[in-house]
């Protein structure tokens, strides 16, 4: 008996064109699509008549957002649901955009897996977290096998845009430790009554999308009065980046952590782990550091303590001092930011944390908040390694902590982005908004040169590091 039912309008007769309970009937059917719009697939399958009435039901409201519905009823003849199990006995269909970046394909968005219930909606489908362990939730059973349908985000109707790729994905054992340390923080915060105070940075993988197209629209939990913002379980959009890599077969290969089956074996979370590794050096000097693992001091000036700090990085997590740690595959999945603070002698942030410079265009055509570049950057896990200047010349490894930014102060840069995507698109560069307005974050240049091409990009705010820095820095001795 098939797994799914069927759309009525697809086919005719009842027979769907593969095997439902078959995994390779259904990936080799998938492959159709490959290379092809749906409009096209649907054109060489069907019989006229019927194709031109399935495309014409289609077509009914096929915006961009609606391209995985139309695979779902035009392509594999089923209507979109809601329902907690899989879409294929154990495997999940899921449709997701890539678009052109650097003149390469890349995902676009995050990969949204399912809804999340706080347990306080008595009339939701959704089994409520709380009532689920990581191995038996609803989460994990459309996660432990994707099908999963590439397509390029185009200003097109959903069955005219090319579908680039069709594959299954299944995540590394690796990969499932670290989804499920995520889920057990994502249930941890709303057993604790802080739903509310979810935010999507707070894991590494899997995170906690909003899910809801209004962003003041709120839903009950279960351990307290205090509603939360709707969200889902998403795979996050750095992830999403190296599974299509990796699916598309002439991916680069990138190295691993030089220990991490030691991650595998150990007990803790990876972060955990990851902090244990670095804050073992706590109280030495940077030179002393590299004296220890045979680092040959390379600069001086400014940049000597980032110069220092990435060389360390590069020998404790890649292995070697020539290889780079930003090449690592547990970075790019995750999308982690590690970032160095410099604190002065008198407790103080040497400077704003800056971030990649943005493109202005590419600035002006963003639309919603949580699509945003600028969202997309203060919702990824930070990896702060905090250095104290000790007034000779030399800095001191304080701490290195994992931190996400608060919901709370998430929301309040939201108005900073607004006020960034006005200016880049009236061309008003000099309205970007600056340290004044905000409390949290800023625009400004990168360097002093000045210019018509002068490339501008985010900052936190210096007194933010400094407020952070005092809830992290540890006590003294």
């Known amino acids: 008996m098939s797994v799914v039912s069927v759309c009525a309008i697809a086919l005719p ?47 009914r409201g096929a915006g961009r957002g609606r391209f995985g519905q139309a695979v779902e009823e035009g392509h594999f003849s ?40 706080f347990g306080g909606d008595n009339q939701s489908k959704i089994p409520c977290i709380l009532d689920e362990t990581f191995e038996t939730s609803h989460a994990w059973a459309k996660l432990r096998k994707l099908l999963l349908i590439f397509y390029e985000h185009l200003d097109a ?32 915060m709303v057993n604790e009554g802080r739903a509310h105070e979810i935010s999507e940075g707070m894991t590494l993988l899997l995170g906690a999308c909003t899910k809801a197209s209004d962003s003041s629209v709120r839903t009950p939990q279960a351990k307290s009065a205090e509603p939360a913002k709707p ?11 190296t599974i299509y890599e990796s699916l598309c077969g002439d991916a680069k290969a990138f190295p ?65 001092d020539s290889k780079s740690y930003g090449n690592l595959a ?41 699509d945003s570049s600028l969202y997309d950057l203060f919702t990824r896990r930070f990896f702060l390694i905090f250095l104290h200047d000790d007034g000779n010349g030399d800095c001191v490894l304080a701490r290195a902590v994992f931190w996400s930014m608060p919901e709370s102060d998430l929301d309040q840069c939201e108005t900073v982005w607004k006020q960034a995507v006005l200016a880049a698109k009236t061309k008003r560069y000099e309205l970007m908004p600056g340290m004044k307005d905000s409390l949290i974050a800023h625009v400004r240049p990168h360097d002093q040169r000045g210019g018509p091409d002068m490339k501008r990009c985010y900052w936190l705010n210096k007194g933010y590091i400094e407020r952070l820095w005092l809830k992290v820095k540890p006590p003294k001795a």
């Open 13 to 59: 007769g009842d027979d769907l064109p593969y095997d439902s309970a078959d995994e390779a009937s259904i990936l080799a059917y998938a492959k159709l699509l490959e290379r092809k719009t749906l409009r096209q697939v649907i054109t060489e399958r069907l019989p006229k008549e019927a194709a031109e009435q399935l495309i014409a039901s289609l077509s």
């Open 78 to 117: 089923y209507k979109p649901n809601s329902k907690a199990a899989p879409d294929f006995g154990e495997m999940e269909l899921k449709c997701t955009p890539l678009i052109l970046k650097d003149n390469t394909l890349a995902s676009k968005e995050r990969i949204v897996i399912c809804k999340i219930n």
């Open 157 to 188: 109707n959903a069955l005219d845009l090319p579908i680039k790729l069709a594959a299954i994905w299944s995540p590394t054992d690796e990969e499932r430790k670290i989804m499920k340390e995520d889920w057990n923080r994502i249930q941890g």
């Open 231 to 241: 969200r889902a379980f998403a795979l996050k959009q750095s992830y999403a980046q």
């Open 256 to 320: 691993k952590m030089s220990d991490i089956k030691s991650y595998l074996g150990a007990k803790g979370t990876f972060e955990t782990w990851l902090e244990q590794k670095i804050n073992r050096f706590r109280n030495m000097t940077l030179e002393e550091i590299c004296s220890e693992l045979n680092i040959e001091k390379r600069s001086e000036g400014l940049g000597q303590h980032a110069t220092s700090v990435r060389a360390i990085l590069n020998v404790l997590l890649a292995g070697s």
């Open 330 to 370: 547990e970075l790019r999945k995750t999308g982690l930011q590690i970032k160095t603070v410099r604190i002065e002698p008198n407790g103080k942030p040497a400077q704003a944390m800056s971030f990649p410079a943005f493109n202005y265009a590419e600035l002006a055509a963003e639309i919603t908040w949580e």
